[in-house]
Nanobody, 125 residues
Framework: VQLQASGGGLVQAGGSLRLSCAAS????????MGWFRQAPGKERGFVAA????????YYADAVKGRFTISRDNAKKMVYLQMNSLKPEDTAVYYC???????????????????WGQGTLVTVSS
């Protein structure tokens, strides 16, 4: 699976952005898709994930209720709708994928073997 993330940009606190991740590869529809983020000087951290059926989603506590992950298997796309953005959401956002991710590691970077190039989100105060 090859991944291409887009949609980042500069937004004021309280605003919204929608990130997109385009995937290629025959296994996309059966893949777990995740979003991670990395702020300067910090480790890459989990944001959200969605199983291939779309009915199971996972969120980091810091974004729960503000961010929504979704996917369109027909278009091989995964989205991250980000609302009520805060300056602490500023980071490079990466989409990730793997064909089978155990629940025990779905919130960890090591659970995914395929990564996109990242898109920068900057939230100004």
């Amino acid at each position: 699976v090859q991944l291409q993330a887009s949609g980042g940009g500069l937004v004021q606190a309280g605003g919204s952005l929608r990130l997109s991740c385009a995937a290629s590869g025959r296994t996309f529809s059966s893949s777990v898709m995740g979003w991670f983020r990395q702020a300067p000087g910090k480790e890459r951290g989990f944001v959200a994930a969605i199983r291939w059926t779309g009915d199971m989603t996972y969120y980091a506590d810091a974004v729960k209720g503000r961010f929504t992950i979704s996917r369109d298997n027909a278009k091989k796309m995964v989205y991250l709708q980000m609302n009520s953005l805060k300056p602490e959401d500023t980071a490079v956002y990466y989409c990730a994928a793997d064909s089978a991710v155990h629940s025990a590691v779905i919130r960890t970077a090591r659970g995914y073997n395929y990564w996109g190039q990242g898109t920068l989100v900057t939230v100004s105060s």
